[in-house]
């Protein structure tokens, strides 16, 4: 008998800064929406393992999506997108799950993010904290200068390159067949994509002397950083947590840049709790007023 997964993809037509772009997404489960954006220069695959969780499926509708010029979200048709360098900016990677939860009509949805999708949780507090129930950053930083360079965008050098870099950000113990198959998901990116993702992640993102004013109170932040990430390593994850009142940061012990994907059981391990307690928190206040 064929075996199936539960999660089920379709695409949505979205409006963001003036073009149409047509945004690939797939889900699974029931109950409070969460929103899950990927790493730079990846897709939605890397959630697959999050979005065929049974525990999770009985409470959450898990919505993972493809970022535009990624995996099966295609460039759009109505821009001449090749006459101009690819940079993902702040504002436009922001419009992104604000669109998609506008546009599948999410009431109070989560989002959850990991490298770049982890800085966007702190950026979606400060700018649309009143569109979240909560935000929580995976492999988050204030500011992670120096990865905008050209070795990632480079006629001599093949997206091999880029897998392998990604492949030593995982903790060494990780299982071998998702640590392969996370670097399986970078090495088919487009070219310029990896690179052009990197704009935001370190020149457009700087939370440095904005997190401070972030109201917990309307939108709770949860900040977790892998025990051998080198990048959003857990330090930095920490020193983003006290910048923002009230935030939460707990450092994830055994994993690396890619959580979801490169060691899913033990990531769903510490997601569990951490989304049970997001999700409910609101409810269970209003209930105690």
């Known amino acids: 008998m064929a075996r199936f997964d539960a ?18 997404f797939e889900e699974a489960g029931e109950g409070v929406p969460v ?7 990846a897709d939605g695959r890397q959630w697959r393992h999050v979005l065929e969780d049974e525990e999770l499926q009985s409470r959450y509708r898990l919505i993972a999506y493809d970022l535009p010029y990624h995996g099966k979200s295609v460039p759009p048709t109505g821009k001449a997108w090749w006459s101009e360098p690819y940079r993902l900016t702040k504002d436009f990677l922001m419009s992104v799950p604000v669109g998609l939860a506008d546009a599948l009509e999410l009431p109070e949805p989560l989002y959850m993010g990991s490298s770049i999708g982890g800085h966007l949780a702190v950026d979606l507090a400060i700018h649309h904290p009143e569109r979240f129930r909560a935000t929580v950053g995976l492999e988050a930083s204030a500011y992670t200068p120096g990865g905008f ?30 640590r392969r198959e996370t670097t399986w998901v970078y090495s088919q990116g487009a ?9 935001y992640y370190s020149i457009d993102h700087d939370v440095r002397n904005s997190a401070r004013g972030i109201d917990t109170d309307v939108c709770p932040v949860y900040i977790l950083n892998g025990e051998y990430d080198w990048s959003g390593t857990p330090e ?9 009142p009230g935030a939460r940061y707990r450092t994830m012990q055994g994993l690396g840049h890619f959580p979801m994907c490169e060691h899913p059981e033990r990531f769903l391990a510490e997601i569990r709790p951490v989304l049970d307690e997001l999700a409910y928190a609101k409810a269970k206040a209003q209930a105690e007023v």
């Not at 929103?35 to 220069?41: R, S």
């Open 7 to 24: 999660a089920v993809g379709r695409y949505v037509h979205l409006e963001l800064g003036g073009v149409e772009h047509r945004v690939y």
């Open 35 to 41: 929103l899950l954006q990927h790493t730079a220069g």
């Open 149 to 178: 360079i050209d070795e990632f965008y480079h006629p001599e050098i093949g997206n091999d390159f880029k897998a392998h870099v990604m492949y030593g950000m995982m903790a060494p113990t990780s299982p071998e067949a998702y």
């Open 191 to 199: 070219p310029a994509v990896f690179k052009g993702d990197l704009y």
């Open 236 to 244: 930095a994850g920490e020193e983003l947590a006290a910048m923002i």
